[in-house]
């Protein structure tokens, strides 16, 4: 029992971390346990070439698919230093929510991005990781479709500790 309660407490100690840590790009949940994936990339390349590529690849422009199992993005907002979008699964079964903030930095963009489960779940498999990582991935070095952009990029991880990359292309589209 008391073994039980150390694990509650733990949890509920990580959820309130992960919050205050998700409090500026995360979208929030109604389910009070979710899945999500909160990290950093930072980009060689300014902040407007970045916004452009994922704006296009949510928009599906130029036949852009989500190599992820096809999910389908939605464009919520769009303004100078943030994106707010959702993502249909594949099967159409669950939709997850997604933000990102940009700051240019030099000759950089820095970007604070966050994708949520919307319904409770704490295993993934990844999903979230690749809801934002599909958006800027690049073609050279990833072998994710482009619109226009094969951005430069490196990531720093917050709170995303299920982010296998190989999850993220799992569609023949992917490799065209």
Sequence with gaps: ????????????????????????ACPGSP???????????????????????????????????????????????????????????????????????????????IVSACSESQVRSLLDFSTNYCNLRSLYCNKSQDGCPIVSADLKYTEAYDYCWQRTASKCISTREATK
């Design 1 to 24: 029992l008391f073994l039980f309660m150390m694990i509650g407490r733990l949890i509920l100690m990580m959820a309130s971390t992960a919050a205050v840590a998700c409090a500026q």
């Design 31 to 109: 389910a009070y346990l979710h899945a999500k994936c909160k990290m950093t990339v930072t980009f060689d390349a300014p902040c407007a070439t970045v916004q452009t590529e994922i704006l296009d690849r949510i928009a599906g422009r130029s036949g852009w698919i989500d190599p992820h199992n096809q999910g389908i993005y939605s464009l919520s907002v769009s303004e100078q230093k943030r994106i707010e979008a959702s993502r249909i699964t594949g099967d159409r079964k669950y939709t997850d929510l997604m933000g990102f903030e940009f700051r240019n930095d030099a000759n950089k963009c």
